[in-house]
């Protein structure tokens, strides 16, 4: 019997690419967005590659959303999915200090308690069924924390933790849980992310937003989403899938550095990326030349 997996945060980047991905490899995708007009255009995409992807509206955010979507999910299959992927999420840029506690809140809601809250729906049937995959895609930077992204980071290491408990309990029930942890890929986060830095005129690190806006406004140059959506596909095929899979070569060197190097390194190391400390004159000059100016 054809296997569906609904995909959350279908409408734009991975979770895009990820639908398509599983659709062609003969998957039944539910596909989720937020509007009818980006449901429908996921549906159009997917005919557009000879594949089929079914779409329910969610907005992970809203309790009575999720409940809503998931009860409709029950009913176009046998009770539930047999796979969910939590790609939905959102990134909140911001020294700690600058973010307010409502977008601290809505950080969290979206990429740590929304997967829960999910999983606490598809579980029951999936434990009948003695069968059933979460798939969480979490991010490089749920292991490596930076400045002015340390919301973000919280969001995605506790999703990290959470998960991982997760793993351990529903695994006698037959339900794996993989945690998906991606470097930079080009999608509309980064824009999304710049619309959201909070007020530059009034903050003390007035200077590191302005580089900010200059440094994403070279996010053109990003490979595409679809070694994540292809990791995707391997975890789902898997008999046995890992705990984590960390995608990209960035990702990799990151967490080999970030383990490797004594804290105080790696702290100089990002703030003098993210701008917060000046190098010396030599070494300016060689990260010059590396950027290619
Ligand atoms: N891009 C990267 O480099 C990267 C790296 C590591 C991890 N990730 C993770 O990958 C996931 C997907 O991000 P992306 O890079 O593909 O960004 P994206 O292009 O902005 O896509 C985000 C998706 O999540 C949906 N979404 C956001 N808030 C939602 C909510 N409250 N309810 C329902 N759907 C919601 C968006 O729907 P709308 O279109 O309606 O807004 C969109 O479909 C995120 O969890 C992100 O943290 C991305």
Known sequence: MTKTVVVTG????IGLATALELASAGFDVIGTARTEEKARSLRDKAERIGAGVRTVLLDVTDATSTVCAFTHVAELTDGGPW???NNAGMAQPGAVED????????QLETNL???ARIARLVLPRMRQRRSGRIINISSVSGRVPLPFLGWYCASKQ???AMSDALRMEVAPFGIRVSLIEPGSYGTQIWERGLELLPERQQSAYQDQYDSAHEMLRGVKDMPSPRPVAKTVLRALRARRPQPRYLVGNDARGHVLFEALAPTAATDWAKSVATGLRTPPPHVARMLERLRGR
Request: glycine share 10%.
């Open 10 to 13: 279908a409408s734009s980047g």
């Open 83 to 85: 796979a969910v992927v």
């Open 99 to 106: 973010v307010d506690d409502e977008q601290v809140r809505r």
């Open 113 to 115: 308690v929304a997967p």
């Open 158 to 160: 506790g999703l990290a």
